[in-house]
């Protein structure tokens, strides 16, 4: 006969294995999400790539997050991606 403690233990463990699959879920799917984002012309791959390092258990997810991040084109063509400049604002001369 099962106590009331261990019916909230049993739902304590289908909470927490819930919780787990939609993280799995997320991190899966993450990747191709920021690829589609930017507009990266390999998005569907990264989409791919990020399921595959979910069902490896974080064996390509790194790769899927690096190059969701980069910009190939760019690359290719040798544009380096401008920064933000921090004093863009300020005049030439001494510094006040």
């Keep these: 006969m099962m106590t ?9 463990l289908i909470v927490l294995i ?3 699959l939609g993280i799995w879920a997320l991190l899966g799917a993450y990747p191709g ?6 507009n990266h012309p ?3 791959a990264i989409a ?11 064996l390509l997810t790194p790769v899927a997050f690096i190059w969701a991040y980069t910009n190939p084109d760019a ?3 040798g544009i380096a991606e401008k920064a933000p400049d921090a ?3 300020e005049p ?3 510094p006040t």
Excluded at 4 to 12: E, M, N, Q, R
Excluded at 33 to 38: G, L, N, P, T
Aim: with cysteine; glycine share 18%.
């Design 87 to 89: 004093d863009a604002g």
């Design 18 to 20: 819930a919780a787990g």
């Design 92 to 94: 030439e001369g001494e």
């Design 33 to 38: 999400k920021i690829a589609r984002e930017r």
């Design 48 to 58: 791919v790539c990020g399921w595959w390092g979910a069902i490896t258990l974080g």
């Design 75 to 77: 690359s290719l063509r």
């Design 42 to 44: 390999q998005a569907e």
């Design 4 to 12: 009331g403690l261990d019916i909230f233990a049993l739902i304590v």
